[in-house]
């Protein structure tokens, strides 16, 4: 208790220095909130607007089929797979899809593509980027009705409109060459030129039928996990019911390996810039704390001579460290909470800088810079800078207990 009072009246004595040195904690976790805030925003909306795509956050497909896609390899028995999935307390959805490459043809011209047969039923603005991104018609009504739904770029190369007719053509499950005729319901634009130039949705059940599917069948299910942070445990559970054994079962990382491998080298760079705020803040405490050391030299010595432990004198310079980042963490959140609530709201417009179509990893990044922390980030944050704080206070804690009386008390 002694200890406590002495430390907070030595800070309180250089009330400039000590006040500095909080301002720059302070500062630390503005910067650690805003640099890890910015991560967890975009890396969860990059990851989200890649399931829905097509894979999902966990994808269930034959087995070696993402190795080696091919419309030969199919799933049965998909309807009652996603009954099973969809009770799952983390899933927020799953959808049966069908995924494959094809030649789209007008009267005019023909170019290669992929398409992905839905069910109208099981798709959502929330789960289907292509939905969203509807700038013209509509999505066609149901699972077996006429209709396709292509990209923009894709319309404008085959000069398409809402009611033209559009062949396609592909292989069976056979291996056979089928092609089929559908009238455009729908345009979409995602602002990425690779999809919107090769992507078209289908209506599934009719793709069966053109596949020599059957109607339980589907090359995969696309799973949407609530909180993606949780996708790996939900994966390991379906892989080990016995439902999915004769199933390949994985994580949107081993989906798309590309969007992962990126995502992976830009939390690194994030890792290292906030590790050097760190390190500055730590500096800035550490001179802080040793000064205040030495200035105090011949105190120290007079409190060893009249009975003050070495042990005791390094405790003191710890327990004023302490309340050094307990201060600097206070007027932390304090003055982070407010910049907060407005960038997780409201956020900053870069249109003008980056664009309004700029692309990660094939997945369109919202020019709108916004922020988001998770728990777990906001632990690591104040633990982070709070253990950084007492820990650039044991050297000059350490020099406080090595001071020796007779040196200190010389009159120079």
């Keep these: 208790m002694k200890l406590n009072v002495l ?7 250089q009330k400039r220095r000590t006040l500095i040195t909080a301002f720059s904690i302070a500062f630390g976790v503005l910067l650690a909130v805003t640099f890890t805030g910015v991560g967890d925003h975009y890396y969860t909306r990059m990851v989200d607007a890649g399931a829905n795509m097509g894979m999902g956050h966990i994808s269930i497909t034959a087995p070696d089929y993402n190795r080696s896609p091919s419309l030969k390899k199919r799933l049965s028995n998909a309807p009652a797979l996603r009954d099973l999935i969809i009770n799952h307390p983390n899933v927020a959805d799953a959808t049966i899809r069908i995924n494959g490459q094809a030649m789209f043809a007008s009267a005019s011209k023909s170019i290669g593509g992929m398409f992905v047969a839905i069910d109208p039923r099981q798709e959502n603005t929330t789960n289907n980027l292509f939905i969203r991104s509807l700038i013209d018609g509509d999505i066609f009504a149901d ?4 209709g396709i739904v292509v990209g923009e770029k894709i319309a404008s190369n085959l000069n398409l409109g809402i009611g033209k007719k559009v062949v396609y053509t592909t292989t069976d499950a056979n291996g056979e060459i089928v092609s089929a005729i559908e009238r455009v319901t729908g345009i979409f634009k995602t602002g990425v030129a690779e999809v919107d130039g090769a992507m078209v949705l289908l209506p599934i059940r009719r793709v069966q039928n053109v596949l020599g599917y059957s109607d339980d069948q589907a090359t995969l299910i696309a799973v949407n996990i609530k909180d993606q942070r949780r ?29 992962a491998g990126m995502i992976a080298i830009d939390k690194s760079t994030n890792y290292i810039s906030q590790v050097l705020i760190g390190l500055l803040v730590a500096a800035g405490i550490l001179n802080t704390m040793l000064m205040s050391v030495l200035e105090r030299k ?19 310079v710890m327990v004023e460290s302490f309340w050094l980042a307990v201060l600097g963490l206070i007027i932390g959140v304090i003055i982070s909470a407010p910049w907060y609530y407005y960038m997780s709201t409201t956020g900053i417009d870069l249109s003008s800088v980056i664009g309004a179509d700029m692309e990660f990893g094939g997945v369109l990044i919202d020019p709108i810079m916004k922020i988001r922390l998770f728990k777990e980030s906001v632990f690591a944050i104040l633990f982070g800078l709070f253990f950084l704080s007492l820990t650039s ?20």
């Design 143 to 146: 699972a077996d009705s006429k």
């Design 231 to 259: 996708v790996a445990k939900t994966k390991d559970l379906f892989a080990a019911m016995k439902n999915f054994k004769q199933t390949e079962v994985m994580t949107w990382q081993q989906s798309q390996p590309d969007l």
């Design 298 to 316: 011949h105190e120290f010595g007079v409190m060893m001579a009249v009975g003050m432990s070495p042990k005791t004198l390094f405790l003191l």
């Design 393 to 412: 206070g044991a050297y000059p804690a350490w020099r406080a207990g090595r001071v020796l009386p007779v040196d200190s008390l010389k009159v120079h």
């Design 7 to 13: 430390a907070r009246r030595n800070l309180w004595r």
